[in-house]
């Protein structure tokens, strides 16, 4: 966990999104632990792929995943500090914009020192692999309009946009069917 929890924080340094839900100090320590949590509970409730050498990560959740236990809850909200009502905002505005999703992919990240190696593409495509076999639909958010192409080479398509006060990153809401395109394999 510890070695996954660092590829996200550190693929994660400089987003926009976690810049604007995870501002002040020590925000690389806090992000970290943030991950971790994160992670835990996607293991808990869906699936994580990572590659051999933890470079790589992915996590795949459930549409509807129950929240976490009360404890857990208030430490997000801790480590999210001033942040934290941003992402509550956001996350009641997103939930009615949100199409009808059997799964999440709540993250995907590679170690910056081995950026554009493939291997990000390599997880993704496993995680995405076990969703067509059941035949399940896959939601994400992203807000790196960089990002968009490289999911819509894996079937994603934009659903809906947000837009904040001028401070914030613009979302995207993607939504892939089951049987996207592929881009590996």
């Not at 693929?11 to 020590?26: L, N």
């Not at 549409?63 to 956001?90: F, K, Q």
């Not at 009641?92 to 590679?110: E, G, K, N």
Request: charged share 25%.
């Amino acid at each position: 966990m510890p070695a996954l929890a660092e590829v996200l924080a550190s693929a994660f340094t400089g987003y926009a999104w976690t810049d604007w839900t995870v501002p002040g100090r020590h925000r690389q320590e806090r992000l970290r632990e943030l991950q971790a949590l994160y992670l835990t509970e996607a293991l808990t409730h869906g699936e994580v792929w990572t590659t051999s050498d933890r470079d790589a990560v992915a996590a795949l959740v459930p549409g509807e995943m129950p929240p976490p236990a009360p404890s857990v809850v208030d430490r997000i909200r801790r480590l999210h500090g001033a942040g934290t009502p941003r992402a509550l905002r956001h996350e009641a505005r997103a939930r009615s914009l949100r199409p009808a999703h059997d799964r999440v992919l709540a993250t995907v990240a590679v170690h910056p020192r081995v950026q554009r190696s493939g291997k990000g593409s390599a997880v993704l495509q496993a995680g995405l692999d076990e969703l067509d076999k059941a035949r399940l639909s896959c939601l994400l958010e992203t807000s790196a309009e960089s990002n968009l192409e490289f999911y819509r080479a894996f079937g994603f398509r934009t659903v809906a946009e947000l837009e904040y006060e001028s401070s914030a990153p613009r979302v995207w809401i993607m939504l892939r069917r089951s049987g996207g395109a592929s881009r590996v394999g």
